[in-house]
């Protein structure tokens, strides 16, 4: 076996050459992106979004235009027609768990009667419990340090166990979506605990679920060695997934997941390929960019409640002389919201009080710091007025490492989450656009005649 087939027996040397000719094949000029009108990212020149498709699931709103300019204004997040945080703060004044409903509000259009709720829910739990043998089959077999490819893997493989996998009518893919949106908690528990054996040589502990507990509860105790959890833990974790069920259309993952159901393809494929968009660190990997951030920040600032301290070491990352050397300060702006994310704004709401409790105070008030005076910095740095907001990632670290979740596990979470947000946006994708996507690309390649080997 040679050693470009040879994973195990890598050579950094061997490559190096490979390395200098591929350097040669990938360069593009960056003028030729302007001189043939391409919208990198599919983004215009103010960052707004190039208009792809038509949706009714979810809308994501942080500016108004006003005679070709961008105006900001405060976020909203609406889900179905219905405002994310209105329904957030009704669960909280009904105190209940709010997760289930919004999973049926995006699947099915409305907001379900109390009857109707409680019938969706038994259905959910009756297809949370995975194929027999499933975990050591598939979630067992080549342990990953990537709970998200164990995840993808997951999803893939529960085509195997599907009588009817290729079938994209609405009653088989709400089917299957169900099913996915049932299973994918487990799914991330379970991989989490196979990794957490293999790498770290802990005990491996596999709960199963209760039917009568809901989606965050179940997490909860499939997740915990012990099992055990409190009630507000799992009402803080029930509003995470709610802020993270849906965000629009034109989000990375949601265009990965519309993209390949426009194919034609199954339904597994089209939810695993969100999957892998997710981890991505420009996508939901950010969360995880701010976690590290934040280390770099009590680690070089000797007292973070002086504001003077904390906006001098924010200056050293946006020069790119600290953290990881980026010039980014993680966690804040967003490419849709300006003056406010809704969803960081809930958690911050919500956050706030348990974090007093356990202890986690002087972290908050540091989040609050940074996202107090990052803007100024910001504008000052770059030398522009553009207004800007703690998007969701500032936040949702916190309140993950509150409620004992490890890192690794915060994407997964956010992708448990939007899975319901997937999962609608496929169905609506198949069964009204009927068109595949397939944008164009200019070829700048130079004509090269073929010579033949022995001439060359």
Known sequence: MSDLQNTASFDESAYKKYVERAAEAYHIPAEAFSNYRVKRGLREND?????AGVTDIGNAHGYLMYEGEKIADEGKLEYRGCDMSAMVDGYAAEDRFGFEECVYLLLFGHLPTAEELAEF???VASRRHLPPHFTEDVLMKAPSTSIMNKMQI????LYSYDDNPDDTSLENMLRQSIDIIAKLPVIA????AVYRSNFHGKSLNLHKTKDELTTAENF???????????EEEAKLLDLCMVIHAEHGGGNNSTFSCRVLSSSGTDTYSAISAA????KGPLHGGANIKVEQMFDHIKQGVKDTHDEDEVKYFLGKLLRGEAGDGSGKIYGMGHAIYTKSDP???MLKKYAEKLAVEKGFGDDYALLETIERVTPELFQSFKGTNKAMCANVDLYSGLVYRMLGIPREMYTPLFAIARASGWCAHRIEEYHT??????PAYKCIARRTAYTPIEER
């Open 220 to 230: 909860l105790r499939v997740l915990r060695s012990s099992k055990q959890y409190t």
């Open 154 to 157: 997951g999803v893939l493989s």
């Open 189 to 192: 528990a379970h991989s989490y």
């Open 121 to 123: 829910n038994a259905l």
């Open 275 to 278: 999957i892998g968009s997710l």
């Open 343 to 345: 969803r960081a704004v």
């Open 47 to 51: 960052g707004t979004g190039v208009m």
């Open 433 to 438: 656009a009927k068109r595949i996507i397939r």
